[in-house]
C-alpha cells in the first residue's frame, strides 16, 4: 500500500483561491477588522472584495510581466485570459467563504448599529 501523498502544484489560480478565501477569513475573524467592516454596506463588502481580488490578479500578472516571479502565465493575450480565468475562481472562493464564516456577536451590534445608521440618514432626506 502507498502511503504517499499526491504532490500538489501551487497553480496561480490554486494560489489566487486560497489567497481570496483567507482574505475572507480575515475580514470575518481578525477582531478590530470583522466589526468594521461589518458596519459596510453589504453591497460595498461584495465589492471591496472582489476589487481585492482583481489587484491580486493584476498584480500576479505585473511580477509575471517584469520576470519578477516565475510563474506559469505568459505576459500575452493567453496569459491575461487565463489571469482573468483565476480572478473569478478568485472572486468564487472568496465569496462563498464569507457566505459560509459564522457571524459574531460584536459583528451583529456593528451590523444593526449600521442599519440605523442608514435609516436615520434616509428618513432625514
Do not use: H
Not at 466589526?35 to 490578479?57: E, H
Not at 496569459?79 to 480565468?85: E, F, H, I, K, T
Amino acid at each position: 500500500m502507498d502511503t504517499t501523498l499526491p504532490s500538489i502544484i501551487l497553480t496561480p489560480t490554486l494560489i489566487a483561491m486560497g489567497g481570496a478565501a483567507l482574505l475572507s477569513l480575515a475580514f470575518s475573524y481578525i477582531p478590530g477588522l470583522r466589526v468594521k467592516f461589518a458596519g459596510v454596506d453589504p453591497t460595498y463588502k461584495r465589492l471591496v472584495m472582489v476589487g481585492l481580488c482583481a489587484l491580486f490578479a493584476l498584480a500576479v500578472m505585473g511580477v509575471t510581466c517584469l520576470n519578477l516571479w516565475t510563474t506559469n502565465l505568459t505576459c500575452d493575450q493567453k496569459g491575461w485570459v487565463q489571469a482573468a480565468w483565476f480572478f473569478g475562481a478568485a472572486v468564487i472562493a472568496n465569496q462563498t467563504t464569507f457566505s459560509l464564516s459564522t457571524t459574531k456577536p460584536d459583528v451583529e451590534q456593528a451590523v444593526l448599529v449600521s442599519k440605523q445608521k442608514r435609516a436615520s440618514k434616509k428618513a432625514r432626506g
